[in-house]
T-cell receptor
Framework: EAQVTQNPRYLITVTGKKLTVTCSQN?????MSWYRQDPGLGLRQIYY???????DKGDVPEGYKVSRKEKRNFPLILESPSPNQTSLYFC??????????????FGEGSWLTVV | KQEVTQIPAALSVPEGENLVLNCSFT??????LQWFRQDPGKGLTSLLL?????REQTSGRLNASLDKSSGRSTLYIAASQPGDSATYLC???????????FGRGTSLIVHP
């Protein structure tokens, strides 16, 4: 079954304590991306990756890091979380080939609260 | 830069009505357009994907159309049910980059 898996799904952490949200996809997709979703602001892209070792900033990258060492994994790193990073986070992936329609797949979301 | 607008932002209708949700985009050089459904606090579920060469796609009671020249897509929901209550988002992928731009969604409530 095609899946994008995020962990943890729910997390409460304290300001300044480094955390990583993992994202893994089993579809051999080239493109992966992280979004945050806040009330009234919609989905905002944090970082994206077009392939292994290729990452780029989205619209709201400040305070976040990513890496793409393997094709299936795209972790989101908060080096020093702050309360304004409290949000619902989504990982997404898609194929960049022309054989699959290029459907975007989303993970279930990760609720992050920084106190 | 591509901009995507969804109107209305919110919609409340009685059960059984046929609905039209709108998605407008500014750059007509798109690769494809995808409609999603999101239940509160949940992930996004893909409903329909329309390639730039297509005019419409259908799945059950849902029909999505695409008019690139006018920069519009519509999602038609026939015979709405309370279970259709959710937020509906469209994502437009521009030709060449594959990076999707999302609208802010239409929040739909279908009451019995």
């Amino acid at each position: 079954e095609a899946q994008v898996t995020q962990n943890p799904r729910y997390l409460i952490t304290v300001t300044g304590k480094k955390l990583t949200v993992t994202c893994s996809q089993n579809m051999n997709h080239e493109y992966m991306s992280w979004y945050r979703q806040d009330p009234g602001l919609g989905l905002r892209q944090i970082y994206y990756s077009m392939n292994v070792e290729v990452t780029d900033k989205g619209d709201v990258p400040e305070g976040y890091k990513v890496s793409r060492k393997e094709k299936r994994n795209f972790p989101l790193i908060l080096e020093s979380p702050s309360p304004n990073q409290t949000s619902l986070y989504f990982c997404a992936s898609r194929s960049l080939g022309h054989d699959s329609g290029n459907t975007i797949y989303f993970g279930e979301g990760s609720w992050l609260t920084v106190v | 830069k591509q901009e995507v607008t969804q109107i209305p932002a919110a919609l409340s209708v009685p059960e059984g009505e046929n609905l039209v949700l709108n998605c407008s985009f500014t750059d007509s050089a798109i690769y494809n357009l995808q409609w999603f459904r999101q239940d509160p606090g949940k992930g996004l579920t893909s409903l329909l994907l329309i390639q730039s060469s297509q005019r419409e796609q259908t799945s059950g009671r849902l029909n999505a159309s695409l008019d690139k020249s006018s920069g519009r897509s519509t999602l038609y929901i026939a015979a709405s049910q309370p279970g259709d209550s959710a937020t509906y988002l469209c994502a437009v992928s521009s030709g060449g980059s594959y990076i999707p731009t999302f609208g802010r969604g239409t929040s739909l409530i279908v009451h019995p």
